[in-house]
Nanobody, 120 residues
Framework: QVQLVESGGGLVEAGGSLRLSCAAS????????GGWFRQAPGKERQFVAA????????NYADSVKGRFTISRDNTRNTVYLQMDSLKPEDTAVYYC?????????????WGPGTQVTVSS
């Protein structure tokens, strides 16, 4: 079973930046598309961004296009999310997972997530 551990969250002012990391315990993750999801208080978890296995293709939720950049390093079994021009509405717990068709999470088990809080 692949274990995922997210890190890099924190408290930042609006307009600031953060870089999240997701480390997978096995190379299985590197053979799949990877992605980020987020869950704000009282809301369902939603798709944020995904990157293909090779890293050559990415897609983003409309709400983060132009502000967030997803990347990956398959030698480290790690996926990153660079978040710039952060807004208060980006406040959420961020999770990573493998991603399938329709931007659906593939792994049943989720990591602990990392909290991102953006103050206005």
């Amino acid at each position: 079973q692949v274990q995922l551990v997210e890190s890099g969250g924190g408290l930042v002012e609006a307009g600031g930046s953060l870089r999240l990391s997701c480390a997978a315990s096995t190379r299985t993750f590197s053979s799949l598309s990877g992605g980020w999801f987020r869950q704000a208080p009282g809301k369902e978890r939603q798709f944020v961004a995904a990157i293909s296995r090779s890293g050559g293709s990415t897609n983003y939720a409309d709400s983060v296009k132009g502000r967030f950049t997803i990347s990956r390093d398959n030698t480290r079994n790690t996926v990153y999310l660079q978040m710039d021009s952060l807004k208060p509405e980006d406040t959420a717990v961020y999770y990573c997972n493998a991603v399938g068709a329709g931007n659906v999470a593939l792994f049943v088990s989720w990591g602990p997530g990392t909290q991102v809080t953006v103050s206005s």
